[in-house]
């Protein structure tokens, strides 16, 4: 991380929902073990939360296509 | 990064992922129903019911081993243990020697209460996939092969994450080119399922390599920290006749007040000396229930001989190990885990299609190679 503030930024862009998420599922893996029944809900926050990302991901490229669809049928 | 370096890490993240793939596979989909096992047993008919009972004074640890070695004349009580997420059943395990080799060891669930035998545990079906998960049915070598092919799936994962920057440096996060060809279409889900599941893969996976070496572990603490908690005894010959277990018990939970006994060792079984019992004691929280504490009692006599902590790779081997099954946290964590190992198997197979086109790919012309291998977006 020695280089322009555009490529910082850039790594920023890159890495920090990634960092983010690691952190998040770590905190909740141990915070089951730790936490007792609190931990348990902060576990199924943010250990799931990578599964959610997913799931949005798949949910938002289903929802994208009909619209390009639309726009086609539109002749845009 | 420079191109020589990106070739380098490609290098590293394409052998350790194909040379793992099968395996990784094989534990990816026996791992998906283990972490319901409990569920599938019950299903099955396989999972012991305890019985209804209007009072709840437990039956004496003794009264369980008497019923134990009824059920099973002619052998011997290993292991006595209690399951605290199932306080209405007593397991015992009983082999044909206390040194008996484990695949003998027959394991019955009684009811804590009346003692009436309630039936075999780890059994049916999902003793096949626990045994493919384990050792692939080969033993310690195929515990530390599997251990091996853990670490080859932890190196790619770092290296994936190394390669994640060149591939990725210009899309904003999450992006899937769905207008792209099916290869960078699965080149983008593939490094998308991997970086969002890099911390969980590598605990799940490093956890697993840690449990493969749980028998050398037991054989080190043997050799030193319980070698040295019985050397006051050295020479004394096995117990000629045992003490009652209902003393062992309650002299062990003398010794470590606010606990309670997770499992007995018989004396000449792995888990203790010769002469020995060892009453493994465990406390009331999610952490410091796994982190047991063993209590050393003369066989013939029950009188304490030596309690102390376990060493800090052991209780690593202890913590790893719901860390590994994921089966602390309830049913939701179980889901998640399983939605994980699922999203874990996509990203193996997406890997593996994206090597294999590529070999297609490379065949007809070998030059250029580095710009098929990094389709770097622009």
């Given at each position: 991380?020695?280089?322009?503030?555009?490529?910082t930024?850039?790594?920023?862009?890159?890495?920090?929902?990634?960092?983010?998420?690691?952190?998040?599922?770590i905190?909740?893996?141990?915070?089951?073990?730790?936490?007792?029944?609190?931990?348990?809900?902060?576990?199924?926050?943010?250990?799931?939360?990578?599964?959610?990302?997913?799931?949005?991901?798949?949910?938002?490229?289903?929802?994208?296509k009909?619209?390009?669809?639309?726009?086609?049928?539109?002749?845009? | 990064?420079?191109?020589?370096?990106?070739r380098?890490?490609?290098?590293?993240?394409?052998?350790?992922?194909?040379?793992?793939?099968?395996?990784?596979?094989l534990?990816c989909l026996?791992?998906?129903?283990?972490?319901?096992?409990?569920?599938?047993?019950?299903l099955?008919?396989?999972?012991?019911?305890?019985e209804?009972?209007?009072?709840?004074?437990?039956?004496?640890?003794?009264?369980?081993?008497?019923?134990?070695?009824?059920?099973?004349?002619?052998?011997?009580?290993?292991?006595?243990?209690?399951?605290?997420?199932?306080?209405?059943?007593?397991?015992?395990?009983?082999?044909?020697?206390?040194?008996?080799?484990?695949?003998?060891?027959?394991?019955?669930a009684?009811d804590?209460?009346?003692?009436?035998?309630?039936?075999?545990?780890?059994?049916?079906?999902?003793?096949?996939?626990?045994?493919?998960?384990?050792?692939?049915?080969?033993?310690?070598?195929?515990?530390?092969?599997?251990?091996?092919?853990?670490?080859?799936?932890?190196?790619?994962?770092?290296?994936?994450?190394?390669?994640?920057?060149?591939?990725?440096?210009?899309?904003?996060?999450?992006?899937?080119r769905?207008?792209a060809?099916?290869?960078?279409?699965?080149?983008?889900?593939?490094?998308?399922?991997?970086?969002?599941?890099?911390?969980?893969?590598?605990?799940?996976?490093?956890?697993?390599?840690?449990?493969t070496?749980a028998?050398?572990?037991?054989?080190?603490?043997?050799?030193?920290?319980?070698?040295?908690?019985?050397?006051?005894?050295?020479?004394?010959?096995?117990?000629?006749?045992?003490?009652?277990?209902?003393?062992?018990?309650?002299?062990?939970?003398?010794?470590?007040?606010?606990?309670?006994?997770?499992?007995i060792?018989?004396?000449?079984?792995?888990?203790?000396?010769?002469?020995?019992?060892a009453?493994?004691?465990?406390g009331?929280?999610?952490?410091?229930?796994?982190?047991l504490?063993?209590?050393?009692?003369?066989?013939?006599?029950?009188?304490?001989?030596?309690?102390?902590?376990?060493?800090?790779?052991?209780q690593?081997?202890?913590?790893?190990?719901?860390?590994h099954?994921?089966?602390?946290?309830?049913m939701?964590?179980?889901?998640?885990?399983?939605?994980?190992?699922?999203?874990?198997?996509?990203?193996?197979?997406?890997?593996?299609?994206?090597?294999?086109?590529?070999?297609?790919?490379?065949?007809?012309?070998?030059?250029?190679?580095?710009?098929?291998?990094?389709?770097?977006?622009?």
């Amino acid at each position: 991380m020695h280089g322009s503030p555009d490529r910082t930024r850039r790594w920023i862009r890159v890495f920090a929902a990634p960092v983010l998420l690691a952190a998040a599922t770590i905190t909740g893996l141990l915070a089951a073990l730790l936490w007792g029944t609190v931990g348990q809900y902060v576990a199924w926050v943010t250990v799931g939360a990578p599964v959610l990302v997913i799931a949005w991901v798949w949910v938002r490229r289903g929802s994208q296509k009909p619209r390009h669809f639309d726009r086609m049928l539109r002749g845009k | 990064m420079k191109a020589r370096t990106v070739r380098l890490w490609s290098v590293v993240h394409t052998w350790t992922s194909l040379i793992s793939t099968i395996f990784l596979l094989l534990l990816c989909l026996t791992g998906l129903p283990l972490i319901f096992h409990h569920e599938i047993d019950e299903l099955l008919g396989y999972a012991p019911q305890p019985e209804a009972h209007a009072s709840a004074a437990r039956a004496t640890t003794q009264a369980v081993a008497d019923a134990a070695l009824a059920a099973d004349p002619g052998r011997v009580l290993q292991y006595i243990s209690w399951d605290k997420d199932e306080p209405g059943i007593v397991t015992a395990f009983t082999n044909s020697a206390v040194d008996g080799l484990p695949d003998n060891t027959t394991v019955r669930a009684f009811d804590a209460v009346s003692t009436k035998l309630l039936g075999p545990v780890g059994v049916g079906p999902m003793l096949i996939v626990l045994k493919l998960h384990t050792d692939m049915f080969a033993g310690q070598p195929g515990k530390l092969f599997l251990g091996g092919m853990g670490l080859l799936f932890a190196i790619a994962i770092i290296s994936g994450v190394v390669l994640y920057w060149p591939f990725t440096r210009r899309l904003r996060f999450a992006t899937i080119r769905d207008r792209a060809s099916t290869r960078v279409r699965w080149l983008d889900w593939h490094n998308l399922i991997g970086v969002v599941t890099v911390a969980w893969a590598l605990v799940v996976g490093l956890t697993g390599v840690v449990n493969t070496w749980a028998e050398l572990m037991l054989n080190q603490w043997k050799a030193t920290e319980l070698a040295s908690m019985v050397a006051p005894y050295a020479g004394k010959p096995p117990p000629s006749h045992l003490a009652s277990l209902d003393d062992v018990v309650a002299r062990a939970r003398q010794t470590a007040p606010g606990m309670e006994v997770a499992f007995i060792a018989f004396p000449g079984t792995p888990f203790t000396s010769s002469h020995h019992f060892a009453a493994f004691m465990r406390g009331d929280t999610a952490l410091t229930a796994r982190l047991l504490k063993p209590v050393l009692l003369d066989g013939e006599t029950g009188q304490v001989a030596d309690s102390r902590a376990l060493p800090v790779y052991l209780q690593a081997l202890l913590i790893s190990q719901p860390l590994h099954f994921g089966d602390y946290g309830g049913m939701p964590l179980k889901v998640i885990w399983a939605a994980l190992d699922l999203l874990t198997i996509v990203m193996i197979g997406s890997g593996l299609y994206l090597w294999l086109t590529r070999r297609r790919k490379r065949a007809p012309a070998k030059s250029n190679a580095f710009a098929r291998r990094a389709p770097v977006p622009s």
